[in-house]
Structure formats: structure tokens, C-alpha cells
């Protein structure tokens, strides 16, 4: 437009875009169609008029040139130092981004977290990614973070727990003029819940993923024995499976979605599969042993217990409360009188049993003789008389034992009395093996 003259000679404005323009009489105004990963670029010559030439842009710019514009209408006002006036504008029309695809979704297996990932397909003009979480309302999307183009192309979602629902995302592309692509298609996770029936079978019950295509679930287990291991695969049309006679323990179950391709989010760094959120649970340990013991010759300690565990989780660690504290399924060079061993599985279930050595077959324990064999007081303060009445022994002698099944003293038989003192030991249970040359007998004293 032309405002005013001066020396017969028109104020004249050219606005360029690139340096293309067309004709048009007094003002010559062209559009550049945005090219991905530039700013637009607004140039304008100045025709006529008498320089110097003072620029006033809507964009607040007051040079003579405008860079790093966003697209729409731009107008400039151009005055000269004879005070004409002549105003141009300019329509830039920029082209989005282009739209960035979510690789995949998944449950971080380090936090627990939701972890969104893509690949960097464009690499010219990109400033940072928006990340976008379905909101309450079905389809509506709102912001929740932002990653900048120069980190790892992934995005962990600290707020929303994989243990209480499955989560949908989009993400965006921002290029370097600030103008956001549209966003991406959705990709949801997993979301995994697990029951327990009255017969301890355990039910998986989990929806579909959203977000690749893939045709099978693959189903994982953990215990403390195995760690992750997969038990089994499912068509992708189903989202239900029974583990009939889990073991027992404490188990953890997940289930798998491998991508096709796989997600590559730098040289060192990759994803390969959607997991969704690990659910744990506790059944009562089924660990059961049972006991066998050989017999021991006249006070020789040479007797031995083993113990059999059934069900549980192999392998199995033992532990016998005899002297030496063995810790073989076999517990040898054993005196007579009761043992307990602990046995523990890989699950860490334990269970305890007890097993009593005795004389072996062949040596008689006289009747005549445990009935006999008397002690008093009993309970006592610690100190106990050992009598063996009308009958006598020759030879023999007492040992005595803590509940553990330690040998804690021994000395020898009298012919008819014996004093015991065991008033240094502590209140409790304990067990004398009086060894005569008519046989053994074993009584429990009590110290108060």
C-alpha cells in the first residue's frame, strides 16, 4: 500500500519469504511452504522513499528482517525519514512435525514404574517430545512431561501405579519454532491380577496391549530358587491362564509381550518386549520329612538318624542339634537319646522333626533296671541323687545332655548312689543316660 509521496516517488515494500516472491504491482508477497526441522524466514526490501527506513513488526521485531517466526499472518509497518508510512503483511504457512510412533510401553522391571520408549526417526530440526496420559475421561489426554532430543528417548512415569490399573500414552514431536506435531497413536499397558482358589491353583487374569502387533503372551514365574523363568505361552487372543499346583513359596507372575522389531532408543540401550506389572503371592509351605535312625552299641556313640524330605523345593539344607551341629540329610557317630534337625527348602520353608537313637538290637535294657534306677530330688535347685537300689553295677557310667541333644558332662557310675550337681547349668530340661554293665537306661530332670 502507498501512504504518501516524496519527489514524485512512492514508498515501495517487497516482503520474501527465502527469496522467492511473485509481482504485485507496489507489493510483492510470496509464502514459502515451512520445511521440517527450519524456522520460517520473513525478508523485506524497501523501495522508493528516502532511507533511512525504520521497521515496526507484529511480532515485536523492529529489524529489518524476521527469523524463527512461527506460521500465520505477519504484518510490518515502514517508515521512511520523510515520515511516509507503507505496511505489508505476510501469510507464512507452516507444516507440522511429523508425528513420532511409540515403540512401546512397559513396567519397569528396576522401579516398578511405567516406562514409555520410541525411537528417534527424525534427526534434523527436533527440540524435545511431549508425553500425554489418558486422563478419567476415555480418549482425553493431558501433559506430563517433556523430554528433550539430545537424552535417551524414554520417558518413566513416577505417578501412575502399574499395580492398580493399565495406562495409556501418546507422545508428540516439538521442533525447533516450538510447533507440535499431532499426537501419536495410543499404546497401553498390561495390567496383571492373580487368585488363589481353595485348591491353591492360581488364576492369571490380565488385558490386552495396545500398541504393536504381536501373536503370543508369554507368561513368567518367580521364585527364590529359579528367579524368572518362563512357564508358558498363550495365544494373543486370550488374556486368562490357571497355574494348577504352583510350587509353594513366594511367587511373583508377569506377563510378556515381545516387539516384533524390537526398540533401539540409543547404540547401547535397547528394549525388546511390554511387561506388565509383577503381582506377587505367599502360599503356605507344603515341606514335610520324616525320620530313621540306627541304633547305638552300649553307650559307643556310634548310632545315626537321617531324615527324607518330601514336596518343598529342592535342593534342601539341614541342620541337627547334636555336638557337632551336622548339616547332612545323615546324621552319624550319634549317642542315644532324642535329635531334632531343621530342615530348610530353596523357598526358604523350614520345618523341624525329631528322632530318638536307641541301643542297638541285641543289647537288652534290664527292666529291672530302669525301673530301679531312681533320681531325687526331681525337680531340684540342680543338684540330684542317682540310686540304683537293690541292684548294682560293677561298671558304669552317666552322661548327661542339654535339650539340644549336647553332651554337657560325665563321670562315672557309683556302685548305689551317685550325686549329680548341675546347679552352674541354667533352669531347664534335662536328660542323664545312666550306663551300667546291665544295660542303659535314660530319665529327664528338671532344674527349677
Same mark, same amino acid.
Given at each position: 500500500?502507498?501512504? #504518501?509521496?516524496?519527489?514524485?516517488?512512492?514508498?515501495?515494500?517487497? @516482503?520474501?519469504?527465502?527469496?522467492?516472491?511473485?509481482?504485485?504491482?507496489?507489493?510483492?508477497?510470496?509464502?514459502?511452504?515451512?520445511?521440517?526441522?527450519?524456522?520460517?524466514?520473513?525478508?523485506?526490501?524497501?523501495?522508493?522513499?528516502?532511507?533511512?527506513?525504520?521497521?515496526?513488526?507484529?511480532?515485536?521485531?523492529?529489524?529489518?528482517?524476521?527469523?524463527?517466526?512461527?506460521?500465520?499472518?505477519?504484518?510490518?509497518?515502514?517508515?521512511?525519514?520523510?515520515?511516509?508510512?507503507?505496511?505489508?503483511?505476510?501469510?507464512?504457512?507452516?507444516?507440522?512435525?511429523? @508425528?513420532?510412533?511409540? #515403540?512401546?510401553?512397559?513396567?519397569?522391571?528396576?522401579?516398578?514404574?511405567?516406562?514409555?520408549?520410541?525411537?528417534?526417526?527424525?534427526?534434523?530440526?527436533?527440540?524435545?517430545?511431549?508425553?500425554?496420559?489418558?486422563?478419567?475421561?476415555?480418549?482425553?489426554?493431558?501433559?506430563?512431561?517433556?523430554? =528433550?532430543?539430545?537424552?535417551?528417548?524414554?520417558?518413566?512415569?513416577?505417578?501412575?501405579?502399574?499395580?492398580?490399573?493399565?495406562?495409556?500414552?501418546?507422545?508428540?514431536?516439538?521442533?525447533?519454532?516450538?510447533?507440535?506435531?499431532? =499426537?501419536?497413536?495410543?499404546?497401553?499397558?498390561?495390567?496383571?491380577?492373580?487368585?488363589?482358589?481353595?485348591?491353591?491353583?492360581?488364576?492369571?487374569?490380565?488385558?490386552?496391549?495396545?500398541?504393536?502387533?504381536?501373536?503370543?503372551?508369554?507368561?513368567?514365574?518367580?521364585?527364590?530358587?529359579?528367579?524368572?523363568?518362563?512357564?508358558?505361552?498363550?495365544?494373543?487372543?486370550?488374556?486368562?491362564?490357571?497355574?494348577?499346583?504352583?510350587?509353594?513359596?513366594?511367587?511373583?507372575?508377569?506377563?510378556?509381550?515381545?516387539?516384533?522389531?524390537?526398540? /533401539?532408543?540409543?547404540?547401547?540401550?535397547?528394549?525388546?518386549?511390554?511387561?506388565?506389572?509383577? /503381582?506377587?503371592?505367599?502360599?503356605?509351605?507344603?515341606?514335610?520329612?520324616? /525320620?530313621?535312625?540306627?541304633?547305638?552299641?552300649?553307650?559307643?556313640?556310634?548310632?545315626?538318624? /537321617?531324615?527324607?524330605?518330601?514336596?518343598?523345593?529342592?535342593?534342601?539344607?539341614?541342620?541337627?542339634?547334636?555336638?557337632?551341629?551336622?548339616?547332612?540329610?545323615?546324621?552319624?557317630?550319634?549317642?542315644?537319646? =532324642?535329635?531334632? @534337625?531343621?530342615?530348610?527348602?530353596?523357598?526358604?520353608?523350614?520345618?523341624?522333626?525329631?528322632?530318638?537313637?536307641?541301643?542297638?538290637?541285641?543289647?537288652?535294657?534290664?527292666?529291672?533296671?530302669?525301673?530301679?534306677?531312681?533320681?531325687?530330688?526331681?525337680?531340684?535347685?540342680?543338684?540330684?541323687?542317682?540310686?540304683?537300689?537293690?541292684?548294682?553295677?560293677?561298671?558304669?557310667?552317666?552322661? @548327661?545332655?542339654?535339650?539340644?541333644?549336647?553332651?554337657?558332662?560325665?563321670?562315672?557310675?557309683?556302685?548305689?548312689?551317685?550325686?549329680?550337681?548341675?546347679?552352674?547349668?541354667?533352669?531347664?530340661?534335662?536328660?542323664?543316660?545312666?550306663?551300667?554293665?546291665?544295660?542303659?537306661?535314660?530319665?529327664?530332670?528338671?532344674?527349677?
Amino acid at each position: 500500500s502507498i501512504d #504518501c509521496q516524496f519527489n514524485g516517488h512512492a514508498l515501495e515494500l517487497t @516482503v520474501v519469504m527465502f527469496s522467492f516472491y511473485t509481482h504485485n504491482s507496489k507489493l510483492r508477497i510470496t509464502s514459502l511452504t515451512y520445511c521440517p526441522g527450519k524456522c520460517s524466514k520473513s525478508n523485506i526490501s524497501v523501495a522508493a522513499g528516502s532511507p533511512p527506513y525504520t521497521y515496526s513488526w507484529s511480532t515485536g521485531s523492529t529489524t529489518q528482517d524476521i527469523v524463527n517466526v512461527q506460521g500465520g499472518i505477519h504484518e510490518v509497518i515502514v517508515t521512511d525519514s520523510s515520515g511516509c508510512v507503507a505496511t505489508a503483511s505476510i501469510n507464512i504457512f507452516g507444516v507440522l512435525p511429523s @508425528v513420532e510412533s511409540i #515403540c512401546l510401553v512397559s513396567v519397569d522391571t528396576l522401579t516398578g514404574k511405567n516406562l514409555i520408549t520410541w525411537e528417534k526417526t527424525q534427526t534434523q530440526g527436533v527440540k524435545s517430545y511431549n508425553i500425554y496420559k489418558e486422563s478419567t475421561q476415555a480418549g482425553t489426554y493431558y501433559l506430563i512431561g517433556n523430554v =528433550p532430543f539430545d537424552t535417551l528417548s524414554e520417558f518413566l512415569d513416577t505417578v501412575s501405579n502399574p499395580l492398580q490399573q493399565a495406562w495409556r500414552y501418546k507422545i508428540s514431536v516439538i521442533d525447533s519454532c516450538y510447533n507440535e506435531s499431532t =499426537p501419536s497413536s495410543e499404546h497401553k499397558t498390561m495390567h496383571l491380577n492373580i487368585l488363589l482358589d481353595i485348591n491353591n491353583d492360581i488364576s492369571l487374569i490380565w488385558d490386552h496391549y495396545q500398541g504393536f502387533t504381536f501373536f503370543t503372551y508369554y507368561l513368567h514365574r518367580y521364585t527364590p530358587s529359579t528367579g524368572w523363568v518362563e512357564f508358558d505361552s498363550i495365544a494373543n487372543n486370550l488374556t486368562s491362564r490357571t497355574d494348577f499346583s504352583p510350587p509353594g513359596g513366594n511367587l511373583s507372575y508377569r506377563v510378556v509381550a515381545k516387539h516384533p522389531d524390537g526398540c /533401539t532408543i540409543d547404540k547401547s540401550k535397547n528394549y525388546n518386549s511390554s511387561k506388565s506389572n509383577s /503381582t506377587s503371592i505367599s502360599l503356605q509351605s507344603t515341606l514335610t520329612a520324616s /525320620t530313621s535312625s540306627n541304633p547305638d552299641t552300649s553307650g559307643n556313640c556310634v548310632g545315626n538318624a /537321617t531324615v527324607t524330605v518330601s514336596a518343598g523345593t529342592a535342593p534342601y539344607t539341614y541342620l541337627w542339634n547334636d555336638v557337632s551341629a551336622q548339616t547332612n540329610a545323615t546324621a552319624t557317630n550319634l549317642c542315644v537319646g =532324642p535329635y531334632d @534337625v531343621i530342615v530348610t527348602d530353596a523357598d526358604g520353608n523350614t520345618i523341624t522333626v525329631s528322632v530318638n537313637v536307641t541301643l542297638v538290637s541285641g543289647v537288652f535294657i534290664d527292666d529291672d533296671l530302669k525301673h530301679a534306677v531312681k533320681i531325687y530330688p526331681n525337680p531340684s535347685q540342680g543338684v540330684f541323687t542317682v540310686e540304683l537300689g537293690e541292684l548294682s553295677a560293677t561298671e558304669g557310667m552317666i552322661n @548327661v545332655y542339654n535339650i539340644l541333644g549336647n553332651k554337657i558332662l560325665n563321670f562315672e557310675l557309683q556302685a548305689h548312689k551317685s550325686e549329680i550337681d548341675l546347679s552352674k547349668y541354667s533352669p531347664g530340661i534335662y536328660y542323664l543316660q545312666v550306663i551300667t554293665d546291665r544295660g542303659i537306661a535314660n530319665k529327664k530332670v528338671v532344674i527349677e
